[in-house]
């Protein structure tokens, strides 16, 4: 099953107002000229398909410590959600779902492992002792997945 079958599956609903709607290939853009990085194939697609939205079923994904429950995509709110929380991630690491607890679900546009992603909890900071803030904040990420549409087709009912 691909992911946006499994998207189907699991039911999303939009969130409400224009400004949740899906992205237009000009507002897709536009970020990722702020980011100064294109977006990988499968969220650009998400984003230009779904924008903001919720699962309609509680779904999670399974980790070896318990389960991370994703909430609402931030789709067009994208811009919003990177100014609210850049202090807290590295560079090239943006959020793209918040679990309503303020737990970050982020997609990595690094280099070195593009595409990936990772979970961040909110009680979990940083010690950037050694000089590096970057990667201190790096250290704080759990990846989850390898790309966006694994991240999707891991998601089970619970």
């Not at 803030?133 to 694994?150: H, M």
């Amino acid at each position: 099953m691909n992911w946006v079958d499994k998207l189907q599956e699991l039911g999303v609903t939009p969130l409400e107002g224009d400004q949740f709607s899906p992205l237009s290939e000009d507002e897709l853009e536009r970020l990722e000229n702020s980011v100064g990085v294109a977006f990988p194939d499968d969220y650009r697609t998400f984003l230009r398909q779904f924008g903001a939205c919720d699962l309609e079923e509680y779904a999670v994904i399974l980790t070896e410590d318990g389960s991370i429950a994703p909430g609402s995509f931030f789709g067009d709110d994208l811009a919003g959600a990177l100014n609210d929380f850049s202090e807290r991630l590295p560079r090239l690491v943006i959020p793209i779902n918040d679990d309503g607890a303020g737990n970050l679900i982020c997609i990595s546009l690094r280099p070195d492992c593009f595409g990936a992603i990772c979970f961040q909890s909110h009680s979990v900071g940083w010690d950037d002792s050694l000089g590096d803030e970057d990667a201190a904040k790096s250290a704080t990420l759990i990846r989850v997945a390898p790309d966006f549409g694994s991240f999707i087709c891991k998601l089970v009912l619970e």
